[in-house]
């Protein structure tokens, strides 16, 4: 059903705003997330098929069908900052890859614009360590932005340990859920975003909802939210 999806052209890319606690028309960036027209005819979130089509191997062709479509349209739109989430199958330089490091390389406009999200937890196959850090050294030479994605869930994974020199680290949303409820996962939270700042420029709290949770994230000193 996804490779259909993918051939057929039946994937909606739904963009979320990255956007400042202080102007929600401030964005960092738009990140992508591809709902497929895969089960039952209907369009479906990434949750419903993804964890099947992880475990047949067949990410690495959802990615780079979504990747082409972003590079696309951040050609036909120059104002635009897209990120896209790539799975651990994915990070692997092969001859698959080189047509589009040709292109962002190429054009470095288009590379800035490009923002590469890593989810920390990623499953990097052990044959393969070591191959992920050399390929997104390569999107960063490019000039891409590399974001570490819900940080703070599993410290010392392989994923997050592959990972060269993040721009931008993007705080686990069951942080924020926590802290709304008393001072010592207020606490934790601000010590999150200590570390986070200290190896990235932007930084980034995931499931801020409402003025509450936006104050909150102007009190450990955040500057950009998701919902």
Not at 23 to 47: I, K, N, Q, T
Not at 116 to 136: K, Y
Not at 159 to 174: F, N, S, W, Y
Request: aromatic share 6%.
């Amino acid at each position: 059903h996804v490779l259909r999806a993918i051939a057929t052209d039946a994937c909606t890319l739904v963009m979320s705003p990255v956007y400042s606690v202080d102007d929600g028309c401030d964005v960092l960036y738009f990140e992508c997330s591809p709902w497929c027209r895969a089960l039952g005819g209907r369009m479906s979130p990434p949750h419903a098929y993804l964890p099947s089509s992880t475990r047949v191997g067949l990410m690495f062709h959802l990615d780079r069908s979504v990747l082409r479509r972003v590079l696309d349209l951040l050609k036909r739109s120059p104002e635009l900052r897209i990120g896209v989430n790539l799975t651990g199958q994915s990070l692997v330089v092969g001859l698959h890859w080189e047509d589009l490091f040709d292109q962002l390389s190429a054009s470095p406009d288009l590379a800035a614009r490009l923002v590469v999200v890593i989810a920390e937890s990623a499953e990097i196959e052990v044959e393969c360590a070591g191959c992920a850090r050399v390929f997104l050294a390569r999107l960063k030479a490019a000039g891409c932005l590399i974001a570490i994605d819900q940080y703070g869930l599993t410290y010392g994974n392989a994923a997050g340990m592959e990972i060269p020199d993040p721009d931008i680290v993007k705080i686990a949303p069951t942080f924020i859920s926590a802290a709304r409820r008393n001072d010592r996962a207020l606490g934790r939270l601000r010590r999150l975003v200590e570390l986070a700042a200290n190896i990235a420029r932007d930084v980034v709290v995931i499931g801020a909802e409402g003025d509450v949770d936006l104050q909150l994230v102007r009190d450990v000193g955040v500057r950009w939210v998701q919902c």
